[in-house]
């Protein structure tokens, strides 16, 4: 059957003031233009308090929040920071006393080694693939494997093992590696390891009985971290699964021991904002309290801009 339609008719529409009406941006709330010779701080408070400017700007308070009332600032990263030239931005917060721990997966501890052992890493896996050269490189398998099994031995997990050899081996970039930045401050390293992920596990030198067992301290090592993270700040930084993953499980022994870690702030900053890092660390812990935050953007620019909001206000 066909049907006919008219324009509708409007005017018995009901309108009021827009004096009336609730907004969600106001003038104060906007940026303003940038001047040559401001400074970085004065920089900051040209950004608009609307959104990631204003989110990012609410983490670094609490941050320092958590610094000035000498509670947990720990971080989870994935190796990407690494790769994309963190590591001393990362340190320096560290030697600063602003981080309390680093937590890592499997992949970080091959390229922040390689930066300490020969001041460079990453490499070209595409081209060593095709001859099964990929990840055969023969220090970094030896020398990361023989620090695990010697670690284990002592009761370490894999990053204090691995820290403390770099320091033995004085190797040159030893400045550039977060793993002897925490062997060296004696601030918590964890590592947190996926059998298999890591071109080290290829190496005939691998103990996958070390592997496990250094990585399962470390776990205890971080659930510890957890336990304390109340009134805290945990980052979790460019690790899309394996950090979000371990964090959950941490959070939930912790407070099955009978830990109270219920009020804290988490934050997930990333290039794309993935269901695990939303779910396990933004969302799901901090339904007792605190807040999640979710920061997106590039970590070469994003890691420097909330160091440096970091020391501005410390």
Known sequence: MKKS????????????SIKQRKSKVDVKDLGRPYEKGLSFKEFIETLPNILA???IKEVADRIVEAYKGEKVVAVGMGAHVIKVGLGPVIIDLMEQGIITSVSMNGAGIIHDSELAMIGQTSEDVAAELKGGAFGMAEETGRILNEAVKD???????IGRSVGERLL???FPYNGKSILAAGARLGIPVTVHVAVGTDIIHMSPH???AAVGEG??????????????????VYLNIGSAVILPEVFLKAL????????EVNNFTTVNMDFIQGYRPLTNVCKRPTMTGGRGY???????????LLAAMLKEQI
Request: glycine residues 12%.
């Open 53 to 55: 400017a204003r989110d």
């Open 252 to 259: 939930t022994l912790v407070r099955n021991l009978g830990h």
């Open 206 to 208: 691998c103990s996958g």
């Open 5 to 16: 339609f008219k324009p509708i008719d409007l005017k018995n529409v009901e309108t009021y």
């Open 168 to 170: 033995k081996e004085e």
């Open 151 to 157: 670690g284990v031995k002592n009761g370490y997990g």
């Open 215 to 232: 990585s399962h301290t470390d776990f205890r090592l971080f659930s510890s971290v957890v336990s304390k993270l109340e009134g805290g």
């Open 294 to 304: 979710s920061l997106t953007g590039h970590h070469e620019i994003m890691v420097p």
